[in-house]
């Protein structure tokens, strides 16, 4: 019997996730009725590509586990196979026997049975060993010697050959093999108009090759993807002003995310921003300083969107005949049109979206971050992403999802690369740990996190009222907890005014003006932010989404977790204070097998971020940490 078989989506209904060349653990309950031993192997293969094994190992209970690597990218699947294993059964029993002291002539008898009906399973290079040990075996029955040690030797060569007599397969059940980037990164979110503006009267608006300038700091950081606010064309009609404030005044630039005006629509750049041939050079400047650029996909308009012109059955009508505006009550957003993606005519409107993602891709893009996807239907996603898998598989696709877990879950499931979390709202360290466990383990198989720190409309209580040392505990929390992680603009300066008490909104969004910054403040989290990425890189295990334990910390407000690379060989352990206003100080009780250590063992660990060693003995170690000075330690365990 097999089941219980991961990674699995739906019964295999959907794809599972896997990043090429990473160790994906599959596991499952292989077992069979009465007391014969059972083998399994777990086999996988690349779309029209050939099969590799590897045998799966029994960890207790019946379950097995073994990790696969699968190369290409694209569509691949795998398959658990389990069978009895009477060679090895017949082996254990007579080896119990021959310590029990009692006749083995008739069971060497039978293992030569045995051996001659497996003959014509194992490949041609085997059978001369195999046809030995059965003489061997007879040869023992007469009293000559005891072959059992060249048994056991061929069984271990046979874990994977499967007895036909007694096989049985599981489902073949697919994955889709993304890129790296698809699983690990740093990200970091910047608006290209802020970039160089000048505000003078009237302001003047950065633009590719000033927002270029850039590029080689980000990049300095450690970061690996820039991702773009929209830059495309900005309404009139109903734009807002500074503060989200109406009427905009005469040099008010507007939201990005009300997209479409006479110069265009999805499809062009934003005339202040510069041209087509602009945006390519600033996009073949980052990859040549190891950047990827991201661009914002809003898939929602301007009422001077030229669609809404062309094409006005893409938009729900309100009774009196006028275009329904977005609207979040008690929120409005009289600047932007949602489109109704199942109008009569939604084919024509899907086929217009993918023929807007064509021309970026055409234009050297191959990240996406997608706007609110919730608020779209699942299907139009599927049916997009299959497109995209079809032609474009080294496409990645993050999903801006503030939505239900299980609306969340879904998209993640019919494709996205990556999705927002709701890691800015977990701050206690019960419901943090709890929440790491469930993204590196509970949904690991089809979602992958990417821990924003802050976006252009989520500035949390926490970054308002903890300073500077909440801005480093959550740029620790986030850039350990998971291998995605990013940051938007202005995190790295501490920016931490809101419009108003109560709120996550900045104030003077730059989502509504130009914002212009200093980057060389004495106070920049620069160097930390280096500092952090220059780690990740080191430790395999902070590239890894499974493989997190949470650690024991006692004392109030610490939370402590490890993570482990797959091969064992790297193992980084994070504390953390998440009081951005006091000391904390508490001892450790660890789980040492967790760490690759014995319970009793003494181990050195080295602190990433000071430089610090430490020599800890068992479970118990005390640390203290002052979020003044650090208010985190990432130490790198060694044995």
């Not at 569509?75 to 254990?92: K, N, P």
């Not at 073949?172 to 690990?184: D, K, S, T």
């Not at 109560?502 to 200093?518: F, I, N, T, V």
């Amino acid at each position: 019997m097999i089941e219980v078989v991961s990674p699995v989506v739906d019964g295999g209904a959907l794809a599972a996730k896997a990043l090429a060349g990473e160790a994906v653990p599959v596991r499952a309950a292989v077992y069979a009725d009465g007391h014969d031993r059972v083998a399994a192997l777990v086999r996988w293969r690349s779309q029209g590509g050939r099969w590799s094994s590897v045998p799966l190992d029994p960890i207790g209970n019946d379950e097995w586990v073994a990790p696969i690597r699968c190369d290409r990218v694209g569509a691949a699947e795998y398959q658990v196979v389990g069978w009895v294993d009477r060679l090895g059964s017949w082996l254990r029993d007579t080896r119990a026997c021959l310590r029990a002291g009692q006749a083995v002539e008739l069971q060497f008898a039978e293992g030569a049975e045995l051996l001659h009906e497996r003959m014509a399973d194992v490949p041609p290079a085997d059978r001369q060993a195999v046809s030995a040990v059965a003489e061997q075996l007879l040869v023992g029955a007469a009293g000559a010697q005891d072959p059992l040690e060249a048994a056991d030797a061929l069984v271990e060569r046979l874990r994977l050959v499967p007895d036909p007599r007694t096989t049985t397969c599981g489902p073949c059940l697919p994955l889709w093999v993304e890129r790296e980037r698809a699983g690990v990164g740093a990200w970091y979110e910047l608006f290209v108009r802020s970039e160089g503006a000048i505000l003078g009267q009237p302001p003047r608006s950065g633009t590719f090759a000033s927002a270029a300038r850039r590029l080689p700091a980000l990049a300095a950081m450690g970061f690996d993807v820039v991702y773009l606010a929209p830059i495309h064309p900005i309404g009139l009609t109903g734009r807002k002003g500074p503060n989200n404030t109406r009427p905009a005044g005469p040099h008010d630039p507007g939201s990005p995310w009300a997209i479409g005006a006479l110069e265009g629509g999805h499809s062009e750049i934003h005339p202040d921003l510069g041209t087509v041939t602009d945006f390519e050079e600033f996009v073949a400047r980052a990859r040549d300083l190891g950047l990827e650029v991201a661009l914002d996909l809003a898939l929602q308009c301007s009422p001077d969107h030229p669609w809404v012109r062309e094409h006005p059955d893409w938009f729900r009508r309100r009774p009196d005949g006028t275009i329904a505006h977005a609207e979040n009550p008690p929120k409005a957003y009289e600047d932007i049109v949602p489109l109704d993606f199942g109008c009569p005519d939604w084919r024509a409107l899907w086929t217009a979206v993918r023929a807007v993602v064509e021309t970026w891709i055409a234009r050297g893009v191959r990240v996406f971050r997608v706007d609110n996807p919730h608020t779209k239907p699942v299907a139009l996603w599927s049916w997009l992403i299959g497109e995209l898998r079809r032609d474009h598989p080294d496409v990645l696709l993050l999903a801006e999802a503030f939505t239900r877990p299980h609306l969340l879950w879904r998209l993640a499931k019919v494709g996205f690369s990556q999705s927002y979390t709701y890691f800015t709202w977990r701050q206690r360290p019960a419901e943090l740990a709890a929440y790491a466990l469930q993204l590196s383990e509970g949904t690991s198989d089809f979602l992958r996190p990417n821990l924003f720190v802050n976006t252009p409309d989520i500035l949390t209580a926490e970054l308002q009222e903890g300073g500077p040392p909440a801005f480093r505990l959550r740029l620790v929390l986030a850039a350990t907890m998971s291998p995605s992680y990013g940051i938007y603009s202005g995190f790295e300066l501490c920016e931490n005014q809101a419009v108003r008490p109560g709120s996550e909104e900045y104030l003077d969004s730059e989502k509504y003006q130009l914002r212009p910054r200093d980057w060389d403040q004495p106070h920049s989290l620069a160097p930390l932010i280096t500092a952090i990425n220059a780690i990740r890189r080191r430790h395999p295990a902070l590239q890894r989404l499974r493989g997190l334990t949470v650690q024991g910390i006692d004392g109030p407000n610490l939370i402590g977790y490890s993570r482990r690379s797959a091969d064992g060989r790297d193992t980084v352990l994070v504390v953390v204070n998440l009081d951005p206003h006091h000391p904390r100080e508490a001892t450790t009780s660890l789980d040492l097998p967790a760490l690759g250590l014995a319970w009793d063992a003494s181990f050195t660990v080295r602190d990433e971020l000071s430089g610090a060693t430490y020599r800890w003995q068992g479970p118990r170690n005390y640390v203290r940490l002052d979020p003044a000075q650090q208010p985190a330690h990432i130490f790198a365990v060694e044995p």
